[in-house]
T-cell receptor, first 117, second 109 residues
Framework: GAVVSQHPSWVICKSGTSVKIECRSL??????MFWYRQFPKQSLMLMAT?????????EQGVEKDKFLINHASLTLSTLTVTSAHPEDSSFYIC?????????????FGNGTRLTVT | GQNIDQPTEMTATEGAIVQINCTYQ??????LFWYQQHAGEAPTFLSY??LDGLEEKGRFSSFLSRSKGYSYLLLKELQMKDSASYLC??????????WGAGTKLIIKP
């Protein structure tokens, strides 16, 4: 069964509003979670690495003030898209690692399809 | 720079075998992953290779040659449901995942 839960699955919002996406690890504690964005027919693009109890690490070109990440507990990370614009419309996917090493794969949430009108 | 190359698209026939190649140049190597992604869905884990050789898991097998910076995913007895994108990802020396652009596999009856 799913080990990472992501909500909502899809959301439509008006330009200028903010949207919060939640990512939960269901049966393990995830000290590190990752947020990806994927545009149609393109690969995953890492946006930021979320570490429990500390500030997220953002990839180059990702605006930290626009994409707010909070990793308040070992099982929950949230991504808030602030003042959303149509160009922010995309598929956002979170993922978590049980451990950083070994053959531990990245477990993905089901993704959130954001449409900004 | 770090780079992972996969073919953009492949077509195969139901019941046949297909091999999806992946070559990589990364800063260090701590394992290679294959994921399957159906359209509109999140990726799901298929396989992991860290040592040279073939890992078999049912209809799917994955091969790794570290000296050549090369891996392939082999899908046997293809089914229509195998139509998806297949993503190759390498974990580098910093344990960061570097993703390929994915290979879209189209299965025809």
């Amino acid at each position: 069964g799913a080990v990472v839960s992501q909500h909502p699955s899809w959301v439509i919002c008006k330009s200028g509003t903010s949207v919060k996406i939640e990512c939960r690890s269901l049966d393990f504690q995830a000290t590190t979670m990752f947020w990806y964005r994927q545009f149609p027919k393109q690969s995953l693009m890492l946006m930021a690495t979320s570490n429990e109890g500390s500030k997220a690490t953002y990839e180059q070109g990702v605006e930290k003030d626009k994409f707010l990440i909070n990793h308040a507990s070992l099982t929950l990370s949230t991504l808030t898209v602030t003042s959303a614009h149509p160009e922010d419309s995309s598929f956002y996917i979170c993922s978590a690692l049980r451990t950083l090493m070994g053959n531990s794969p990245l477990h993905f949430g089901n993704g959130t399809r954001l449409t900004v009108t | 720079g770090q780079n992972i190359d996969q073919p953009t698209e492949m077509t195969a026939t139901e019941g046949a075998i297909v091999q999806i190649n992946c070559t990589y140049q990364t800063s260090g190597f701590n394992g290679l992953f294959w994921y399957q992604q159906h359209a509109g869905e999140a990726p799901t884990f298929l396989s992991y290779n860290v040592l040279d050789g073939l890992e078999e898991k049912g209809r799917f097998s994955s091969f790794l040659s570290r000296s050549k910076g090369y891996s392939y995913l082999l899908l046997k007895e293809l089914q229509m449901k195998d139509s998806a994108s297949y993503l190759c990802a390498v974990r580098d020396s910093n344990y960061q995942l570097i993703w390929g652009a994915g290979t879209k596999l189209i299965i025809k009856p």
